[in-house]
Nanobody
Framework: QVHLVESGGGLVQAGGSLRLSCAAS????????MGWFRQAPGKEREFVAA????????YYADSVKGRFTISRDNAKNTLYLQMNSLKPEDTAVYYC?????????????????WGQGTQVTVSS
């Protein structure tokens, strides 16, 4: 069982930056892939970025490529999402998730553990 706690969300103006963190505990040896997803009101949960825990290979949704950076600190069991040049359409609840499996999937159904989410609001 992996427990995830996100932090770092908030209100920011368009063009601003935020850094999200996700602290993982319990069963962390099962982490093969960690990802960030987001869900806006009335919309489905969508993939944002993912990273393979051991090698550190990264993957991004086209909508955030070049603006967001996913990273991890293995020693701290913490996942990060640096978000720059934020846009109003980035407004959503952001979730971190753990996948027990070695290949990347962008489908949220492929992730076994989820945090409670952190709200990001970008004003225009």
């Amino acid at each position: 069982q992996v427990h995830l706690v996100e932090s770092g969300g908030g209100l920011v103006q368009a063009g601003g930056s935020l850094r999200l963190s996700c602290a993982a505990s319990g069963g962390t040896s099962d982490k093969h892939v960690m990802g960030w997803f987001r869900q806006a009101p009335g919309k489905e949960r969508e993939f944002v970025a993912a990273i393979t825990w051991i090698v550190g290979s990264t993957y991004y949704a086209d909508s955030v490529k070049g603006r967001f950076t996913i990273s991890r600190d293995n020693a701290k069991n913490t996942l990060y999402l640096q978000m720059n040049s934020l846009k109003p359409e980035d407004t959503a609840v952001y979730y971190c998730a753990v996948r027990i499996g070695y290949y990347i999937t962008y489908d949220p159904r492929g992730y076994a553990y989820w945090g409670q989410g952190t709200q990001v609001t970008v004003s225009s």
